[in-house]
């Protein structure tokens, strides 16, 4: 079964700073991996996905995540952060089959200072 | 717009009540899900239906039923509501339940049981 660990509860940076949320999993083959966002009330949206092809992938929002399969790990980054990037962000981790539902982290709190 | 819609948005009952939180996705996704998020412990699964008349226990399901009525809704039905069912719920939709589909997730509910 496939496991997936965030390490930071809570992250705080300022305003224009770069930001990394890490991300490592736990999986014997290739995996599926996500991140979401969460807004303050609301449901988790979807930001990028992996599952083959170029390690580095672009999402929404100006997010980018890079999967280090060495290193087990799909961390999330954004060069520099808005204050409307204040949420909760969730890893998941997917595996091959259809009926492998994706385990998700428990979350990484994400605080901008202005 | 085009989702996935919780109802209600919040609710309060007394310990015993029953009450049904309904979900629909106007997605023509094929798999639905319901998700109970406390704080540091991220998301849970309680109920999945890979596909239009199936369901499937997930890793909290004691206490809750589930009934996929057609391939747009999946309800959520606490039939003796207890205090430790307070939570916020999410539903959400896929086109499958593994593989590199991202979920897409309601807004919530927000369930307080008194």
């Known amino acids: 079964a496939q496991s997936v660990t965030q390490p930071d509860i809570h992250i705080t940076v300022s305003e224009g700073a770069s930001l990394e949320l890490r991300c490592n999993y736990s999986y014997g083959a290739t995996p599926y991996l996500f991140w979401y966002v969460q807004s303050p009330g609301q449901g988790l949206q979807l930001l990028l996905k992996y599952f083959s092809g170029d390690t580095l992938v672009q999402g929404i929002k100006g997010f980018e995540a890079e999967f280090k399969r060495s290193q087990s790990s799909f961390n999330l980054r954004k060069p520099s952060v808005h204050w409307s990037d204040a949420a909760e962000y969730f890893c998941?981790?997917?595996?091959?089959?259809?009926?492998?539902?994706?385990?998700f982290g428990r979350g990484t709190s994400l605080i901008v200072h202005p | 717009n085009a989702g996935v819609t919780q109802t209600p948005k919040f609710q309060v009952l007394k310990t015993g009540q029953s009450m049904t939180l309904q979900c629909a996705q106007d997605?023509?996704?094929?798999?639905m899900y319901w998700y109970r998020q406390d704080p540091g412990m991220g998301l849970r699964l309680i109920y999945y239906?890979?596909?239009?008349?199936?369901?499937d226990k997930g890793e909290v399901p004691n206490g809750y039923n589930v009934s996929r009525l057609n391939k747009r809704e999946f309800s959520l039905r606490l039939e003796s509501a207890a205090p430790s069912q307070t939570s916020v719920y999410f539903c959400?939709?896929?086109?499958?339940?593994?593989?590199?589909?991202?979920?897409?997730f309601g807004s919530g509910t927000r369930l307080t049981v008194v």
């Open positions: 959400a939709s896929s086109e499958a339940p593994g593989g590199p589909y991202g979920y897409t």
């Open positions: 997605m023509n996704h094929n798999s």
């Open positions: 998941a981790v997917g595996a091959l089959g259809g009926s492998y539902i994706p385990t």
């Open positions: 239906s890979a596909s239009e008349g199936t369901t």
